[in-house]
């Protein structure tokens, strides 16, 4: 029963989000933008931009992490309509998954058909250097619960949805087909999830690459799990910001992660660009 009325609460935040967003503007977005831990600059490059803050929407949560500006901005790039996170959730800060994703169905509610979703990760794939960009061609829910658990919303999906490509083959090929033309080196690999927000283990590390992983973070999952539940069509990038405990001999640290993210924003842009352009 409780569970039952916490869903029905979420249901009704996601319902008062769109309704909040549609009083303030007539923009309606075909694609949806999730900027990762320092990657959010790339919102400032929309144009005719409108930004909502989340503090401003009801029942919105707010993103509390270094490298996350916590507001949507929408606007236009190369012609295309655009909803930004230029910050998001995560299931360390004390939401519930459910929360957590609360975007993504307002996102659906909006209009958006298809999704990037981006992420600051550490490289488990010892091939992998710091820097490295990565298309997710599969995950593994690492988190322990899953956004869908409780009471269906049958007006966004099935109850037992189809997890077989979260993550869509025809844009990844596209991505990664129109990259190499460019001369950008784009990777492909497994996305694990962490809980955090304690970095791994080494032992962790070592137990996830054997399970198939090649990058781990903190997010990205329960936001893809609950995309293919709504059928919005979807893209994953990593950023590979540090290598995963016990690769290297040296400690983690999440200025480690914000340098990096700096120091590739050039090539992320570019990606992203690509993406808008010539992908979605």
């Known amino acids: 029963m409780e569970q039952k009325k916490m869903n029905q609460d979420i249901l009704e935040r996601i ?21 990762g831990s320092g990657l959010g600059d790339y919102a400032e490059t929309l ?9 401003a929407i009801p029942g919105f949560p707010v993103s509390s992490v270094e490298g996350h500006k916590s507001r949507f901005v929408m606007g236009t790039r190369f012609g295309r309509k655009v909803i930004v996170m230029q910050g998001r959730f995560h299931y360390y800060e004390g939401y519930s ?19 990037i979703i981006t992420n600051a990760a550490g490289g488990v794939n010892t091939s992998f250097e710091s820097g490295a960009l990565m298309a997710i061609t599969d995950h593994i829910n690492y988190s322990g619960y ?17 997890m077989s490509e979260v993550y869509s083959k025809s844009l990844r090929k596209k991505l990664i087909d129109e990259a190499k033309k460019e001369g950008i080196d784009v990777k492909e690999g497994v996305y694990l999830m962490y809980f955090g927000p304690s970095f791994e283990t080494p032992a962790e590390i070592r137990a996830f690459r054997t399970l198939g992983a090649d990058a781990v973070g ?31 001999d040296q400690p983690l640290n ?20 690509l993406a808008l352009k010539k992908v979605m």
């Open 146 to 162: 899953n956004p869908l658990i409780g009471p269906n919303l049958d007006e966004f999906g099935l109850r037992f949805p189809d």
């Open 97 to 115: 998954q459910q929360e957590l994703t609360i975007p993504i169905r307002t996102m659906k509610l909006l209009g958006v058909a298809s999704l």
């Open 15 to 35: 319902h008062g989000a769109a309704g909040y967003i549609r009083s303030v503007t007539d923009f309606e977005p075909e694609i949806g933008l999730i900027l």
């Open 47 to 55: 144009e005719d931009p409108v930004i909502i803050p989340y503090q």
């Open 218 to 248: 903190m997010s990205t999952v329960p936001e893809a799990i609950t995309a293919n539940h709504c059928g919005i069509r979807t893209l994953g990038i990593s950023c590979i910001t540090n290598m995963a405990a016990g690769v290297l």
């Open 254 to 273: 999440h200025l480690e992660v914000m340098e990096t993210a700096e120091r590739v924003k050039g090539e992320f842009t570019r990606l992203l660009d």
